[in-house]
């Protein structure tokens, strides 16, 4: 070291204090402690909730406890099945009604749209996520499902030969209205991921289709939804799993029956509205009955949520393997209510 | 009919070409059933603005903010009260659940930039933190439930329902953060190192100053969220009909208090649900709408 | 050769129905293209301005010039996909032998067909297989029937020189081919619904020069089929497979003659220190 780099007192002038690099140091562990807390407080959340649920599993079996039929509060018997179809058959009924309608929305923002009503397009379906969930159930309960009461019952009348979709009579809150509220609750999700991915269909495929003398909906059919199949069925899988945990709305408009279904227009039950209505006044076995639901929907959610980001990853590095997402996992969903510049 | 058209030539060979009768009906079928799905997706909004406004501002008045709610349902000549308690509620609970949240969301953002990129440690956070963002928001209540009221002898609190949201904002934040903080140009954090800036100084006064307006943004869009969410605040905060500014005591909500009053067979008791429904949705809105002109003010995004 | 009557510039095209229009002949030849005071803008600025360009049947013609001289833009507004672009029109006239493609009366997917293109980058359907691309422009007209298809494909593959390469794979992913491949997939594709005219946008830029080579010997076959007009940078390779050459500077035609001509003897200055190499 050269003697001129010495400072009078033995340092160097290219050595910081020891006490100057504190906050440094304070920072980065501070930091890197707080971001183990996050991973431990949500290990232990689950861990409590498991142990909360055990009593119920230990009675019923976890087998027994998801698919028994009876949910009875008074001769403490609970066996899930009832709730559990409820949430299947409502998200079920979301995707099959809501992914076509997001799937053309964003066909038309993307493709069919003029230049200037394309922005307005767009903020309109994302404000339908703004809309929050026990204000879907309020206008559902007294707007759409008596609006819906007729046409549901001649429905159910003329498809009477088809077995739990038609011949029994229309109650307001029932399964189909719950599903019909999900479809517009994951519309603004499952469109805002296939417009997209479908923004990011490269513009030679579709060039390459009208130069073959392609009308617009035979490009869309050549070019673009081959292309966006992936990504489409990644936003659905996660639409899914937004309309699986989806408690308020589907509680208002479910109606709180405790036994199995017995068609599609009549009351039901949840795996979240069943803990919503009930846990309240639950005690023991009933409160542990309601907290082993609720792990049943967690580990629901899980599952579908997983299966959804491994197909939108998988769909986004095949089709961008230049990779010009800054976020190192790739764009991912959009989380709607936290990202700017929606 | 004298002299033959020169173009005939032409259109006799375009003419094998031709777009055939029925791709076009299926090219005009296609986009029409394209046009209808949209519109047929913005009639929900349509009709819910329309019933929130016809229904709600009905119950607006002086005496509609200012007076609580006074848990008469049943009987129609006395007065059911506004909802003062459930909006002084929402908004103490969910200015507790941002002031907890928000930190702790950018802080792990963050880290996972700044410090912990590329490490199994990283992905693992990152992993729960996703995990996180897909858990139902009753799940929450639940989990806030076991920890802070099961065995412990106490009851519904406030500041329980704000560590319940807080939960539920804090994914929303971190993701949010990170996608804004990962915009900021390398090249401007290494500027300032070069300038021999240490790393926390750099953080600091650089990096968070640029990615301000973002991160705002991404704030303000997870406080909308917050402020509308029932499930998580039915087990932990509780519900009560006076105006309690004490978060260790139950506190009414606006979404809380919407959810028990659609239950009940009293029109009026209804009307004013669906005032405070307007009141929520515009609180929201409100939100909504200084998020977006923040983020078009960024220099970032 | 059937000339409709009077299928004059009053009536829209007819829609053709179920009854097979007869193919045009092997034999027969192509049509030619001729520009017209053609302008081509992009929004307000004015990328071509005013070409006046003929390019014969059954000819190759070679446009050179340096980048963003107009080249790519000027041809595709021959086969309209100039306006496809937002905010982008043409004016002027593009006659297809006598026949202004612009003409209201004329539907812009039959010109697509009828003037086919190959772009920069190969870009064959990604998610088709090698069969399926080729016979992807023939599904979309109604009333193909799966031998015709069959003889078609196989036809489209050998006149792209590409049928000994892939018969036994023709069920594989088109994208699964070499580039050199996967652009002859695209001339193919291009050839299997018949054209007149075949555009070539810098066909060979994104290939080495095996693959360009037989590309180049490809375009030597194709010209007794179809009229071809190629975008190039390369002069090198203007000089080998064109006919005729034009040279573009700005926006505007500068000259256009015989290939040996324009490169041996040119008439304008511009051009002389374009193909010397002094600019570009």
């Known amino acids: ?342 | 009919m004298d002299a033959l058209d020169p173009t005939a030539t032409a259109r006799a060979r375009l003419a094998r070409h031709s777009l055939s009768a029925a791709r076009r009906r299926r090219d005009g079928l296609a986009r029409g059933t394209i046009l209808g799905g949209t519109i047929l997706a913005l009639i929900p909004l349509a009709l819910i603005v329309y019933y929130l406004l016809a229904k709600g501002l009905g119950s607006w008045s002086w005496s509609f903010f200012t007076t609580d709610p006074t848990g008469n349902t049943f009987f129609k000549s006395s007065s059911i009260g506004g909802v003062k308690s459930a909006i002084v509620g929402t908004i103490e609970i969910v200015t507790l659940a941002s002031v907890i949240s928000i930190p702790i969301g950018i802080g792990v953002a963050l880290w996972l930039i700044e410090y912990g990129r590329g490490s199994w440690f990283a992905h693992t956070v990152r992993f729960f933190i996703d995990v996180l963002t897909g858990v139902p928001s009753i799940i929450f209540g639940l989990f806030v439930y076991i920890a802070l009221i099961v065995g412990t002898g106490s009851t519904y609190a406030g500041y329980k329902g704000s560590i319940a949201l807080a939960l539920l904002m804090l994914p929303v934040v971190t993701r949010s953060a990170e996608v804004i903080l990962l915009l900021v140009p390398g090249s401007l954090r290494e500027a300032a190192l070069a300038l021999g800036a240490p790393r926390w100084k750099v953080i600091w006064s650089v990096v968070l100053p640029t990615a301000l307006p973002g991160l705002a943004t991404g704030i303000l869009l997870a406080i909308a969220r917050a402020a509308g969410e029932t499930a998580p605040l039915l087990f932990t905060a509780g519900a009560t009909f006076k105006t309690n500014t004490n978060l260790s005591q139950f506190m009414n909500s606006l979404p809380v208090q919407i959810y028990n009053d659609v239950t009940s067979p009293t029109n009026a008791v209804v009307n004013r649900a669906w005032g405070a429904a307007l009141t929520l949705v515009a609180m929201i809105l409100v939100l909504n709408i200084i998020a977006r002109l923040i983020a078009r003010r960024s220099r970032l995004a | 050769m059937p000339e409709l009557p009077q299928a004059g510039a009053a009536a829209p095209v007819a829609p053709v129905a179920a009854e097979p229009v007869p193919e045009r002949a092997r034999e027969q030849a192509a049509l030619g293209v001729r520009l017209q005071g053609l302008r081509a803008f992009y929004g307000a600025a004015e990328q071509v301005k005013g070409v006046d360009l003929e390019f014969k049947a059954n000819e190759v013609t070679a446009i050179i010039g340096p980048s963003g001289c107009g080249k790519s833009t000027m041809v595709r507004c021959i086969n309209r996909m100039h306006e496809e672009i937002p905010g982008a029109h043409a004016e002027g006239k593009v006659l297809l032998d006598e026949l202004d493609v612009y003409d209201p009366s004329v539907d812009v997917v039959a010109v697509r067909r009828a003037v086919g293109m190959v772009f920069q980058k190969p870009n064959p359907f990604p998610t088709m297989s090698v069969y399926d691309n080729v016979a992807a422009g023939l599904r979309l007209s109604s009333g193909r029937r799966g031998k015709e298809v069959r003889a078609k494909v196989e036809a489209a593959l050998r006149g792209a020189g590409l049928w000994d390469e892939v018969a036994e794979r023709l069920h594989e992913p088109g994208a699964g081919l070499s580039g050199g491949q996967q652009q002859r997939l695209c001339i193919a594709r291009s050839l299997a619904v018949d054209p007149e005219v075949i555009l070539m946008d810098e066909p060979c830029s994104a290939l080495d020069p095996i693959a360009t080579l037989k590309i180049e010997e490809l375009i030597e076959e194709l010209k007794s089929r179809v009229t071809i007009v190629i975008v190039t940078h390369n002069m090198q390779q203007a000089a080998r497979v064109a006919d005729r050459t034009a040279f573009m500077l700005d926006g505007k035609l500068v000259e256009v003659g015989a290939t040996e001509e324009i490169f041996t003897n040119p008439s304008d200055p511009r051009t002389e220190e374009y193909v010397t190499g002094k600019f570009g």
């Open chain 1, 1 to 342: 070291m050269q003697a001129s780099t010495l400072r009078a007192g033995g340092r160097s002038t290219l050595e910081r204090p020891p006490l100057a690099r504190l906050p440094d140091r304070a920072l980065k562990y501070g930091l890197t402690a707080l971001a183990a807390a996050i991973l431990a407080l949500i290990v232990y959340f689950f861990f409590r909730l498991v142990g909360e649920a055990r009593p119920a599993f230990a009675k019923f079996g976890v087998l027994g406890f998801t698919f028994g039929q009876d949910w009875n509060v008074s001769a403490e018997q609970f066996g899930a099945l009832p709730m559990l179809l409820g949430t299947l058959l409502t998200s079920g009924l979301a995707l099959l009604i809501g992914v076509p309608v997001a799937v053309a929305t964003a066909l038309y923002a993307t493709e069919l749209c003029p230049a200037r009503l394309r922005s307005p397009v767009t903020v309109l379906i994302e404000l339908l996520a703004a809309v929050p969930s026990v204000v879907y159930g309020l206008w559902g309960i007294f707007y759409l499902a008596p609006k819906l009461q007729s046409p549901e019952q001649w429905i159910a009348d003329r498809l009477s030969f088809i077995p739990f979709v038609g011949g029994g009579l229309v109650t307001i809150p029932n399964i189909f209205n719950a599903g019909l509220i999900l479809a517009i609750m994951i519309l603004p999700i499952v469109s805002a991921i296939s417009r997209e991915v479908m923004s990011t269909v490269p513009a030679d495929h579709k060039e390459a289709a009208l130069g073959l003398g392609a009308t617009r909906w035979e490009m869309i059919r050549l070019a673009v939804l081959p292309y966006c199949r992936g990504g489409i069925v990644g936003g659905a899988m996660l639409g899914l799993g937004r309309a699986i945990g989806e408690t308020i709305a589907v509680t208002i408009l479910i109606g709180g029956a405790t036994q199995m279904p017995t068609h599609l227009f009549a009351q039901g039950n949840s795996l979240a509205a069943v803990i919503a209505n009930e846990f309240g006044e639950a005690e023991g076995l009933h409160r542990s009955a309601l907290f082993a639901a609720g792990l049943v929907l967690f580990v629901l959610t899980l599952f579908v949520n997983a299966i959804a980001r491994v197909i939108v990853l998988r769909a986004e590095r095949v089709h961008a393997p230049q990779g010009a997402a800054q976020d190192p996992r790739g764009p991912g969903p959009p989380a709607l209510a936290g990202t700017p510049g929606l």
